[in-house]
């Protein structure tokens, strides 16, 4: 799955360095040995080996980044502490009432719940929704699935089996020359996004197509 993880995530970068330029531009240097050992002190458990791998070839995006993903921002090693310290601080002032909202799709695959301290954010909308890393599956569920969460994200669904499946959807749809481009932001720089639409929503669609 490693070699999964390099070799999709190298050719998106490139793809993505040839027809966004203004995106990619915003990428990171790799993380350092010390960079990743720090966050995993910091969540008390080991990173997932997909991730490191990730990592180890660009430590996100800086936070002037404008959302490599189709418009998410691939968060770097500092903004992943940052963002999962904050649910780290909502889990424990209780959550039990916000659950109450709160389905898997697939059914039994992700924990119906608003939050958990072992799902790791790797990308985010700045409205404070992930797409990450589930380490506590429910039942059904594989440690390492790809899962949305956040505050607007009650239903919650796996997206990929793993780090490397999700890249290689990611990259597949650019390689597939669909239309993802819909205008220009503020500064003119062109923008993307998957089927148009936040990319949660657009890997959704396509997980659940599946079962149709």
């Given at each position: ?9 190298l050719?998106y970068?490139e ?10 531009k915003y ?21 997932p080996?997909e991730?490191?791998?990730l ?14 993903f ?10 992943v502490?940052?963002n999962w ?12 009432d916000?659950?109450d ?7 039994g695959?992700?924990q ?8 790791i ?23 390492g699935?790809i ?13 990929a089996?793993?780090l ?8 597949t ?13 503020d500064d003119?720089v062109?923008?993307?996004a998957l089927?148009?639409t ?5 890997l959704?669609a396509?997980v659940k197509s599946k079962?149709v």
């Amino acid at each position: 799955m490693n070699n999964l993880v390099s070799t999709y995530w190298l050719s998106y970068r490139e793809k993505i360095n040839n027809r966004f330029p203004e995106y990619y531009k915003y990428l990171n240097p790799p993380a350092s040995e010390d960079e990743i050992l720090h966050l995993q002190t910091i969540l008390g458990y080991e990173i997932p080996a997909e991730m490191q791998t990730l990592y180890r070839l660009n430590n996100g995006e800086s936070r002037e980044g404008r959302g490599i993903f189709y418009g998410l921002q691939f968060l770097s090693l500092s903004e992943v502490e940052r963002n999962w310290l904050s649910w780290k601080e909502i889990i424990e002032d209780g959550l039990e009432d916000l659950n109450d909202f709160c389905t898997s799709y697939p059914e039994g695959v992700i924990q119906s719940i608003y939050a958990h301290e072992k799902w790791i954010p790797l990308m985010h909308d700045g409205g404070g929704n992930h797409i990450g890393i589930d380490l506590a599956p429910d039942v059904n569920g594989c440690i390492g699935q790809i899962i949305n969460f956040g505050r607007d994200e009650d239903e919650k669904c796996v997206l990929a089996p793993n780090l490397g499946e999700l890249l290689k959807l990611l990259d597949t749809k650019l390689e597939e020359n669909i239309q993802v481009t819909y205008g220009l932001n503020d500064d003119g720089v062109e923008m993307f996004a998957l089927d148009n639409t936040h990319l949660s929503d657009a890997l959704k669609a396509i997980v659940k197509s599946k079962y149709v």
